[in-house]
Structure formats: C-alpha cells, structure tokens
C-alpha cells in the first residue's frame, strides 16, 4: 500500500510521472499482483490522463475523499498489469 506518489513541479513533463507508474507497476508484477487501483482528486487532469496512458480506467467515485477540501475522488483500476 502506498499512499502518495508525486512529482516536483519543477520536474514535472520530463517523464518522471510516467517512469514512476512504470516502475510501481513493474515492483508489483515482480510480487505476484495483477491488478491496482488509485484514486485521484477529480481537478488533477494530468494525473488522470498518466494513468489512463498506463491502462488505468475511471471505476468509481468517493465523494468528499480529500481531507483538506472534500474534494472527491476518481477510483481508477489497471486490471492487468
């Protein structure tokens, strides 16, 4: 269970986003895993386009998910990883 994954702004659109899901993804195939799921604050559109890019789907919503401002949540599943 991991419980954040971010990217620097000042490293941001290099490629960092996409080597990390890649990686994260790569660990959990090595441990047996053959599905994951995320969620993502509904505002964060670059966020979601990179997982959809890595085959994540939009599965569900939680409403209020985010402590800081309620805001909701896309559940996203790869279910074949």
Known sequence: ??????VHPEYRGIGAGDMLVEALMEISKLESATSMTL??????IPAQ???KKHGFIEEG?????????KE???VMWNRNI
Request: hydrophobic share 35%.
């Open 1 to 6: 269970h991991i419980t954040n994954i971010a």
């Open 39 to 44: 969620e993502v604050r509904i505002s964060n």
């Open 49 to 51: 386009n990179l997982y």
């Open 61 to 69: 919503i939680r409403k209020g998910y985010y402590e800081d401002t």
């Open 72 to 74: 909701d949540a896309i």
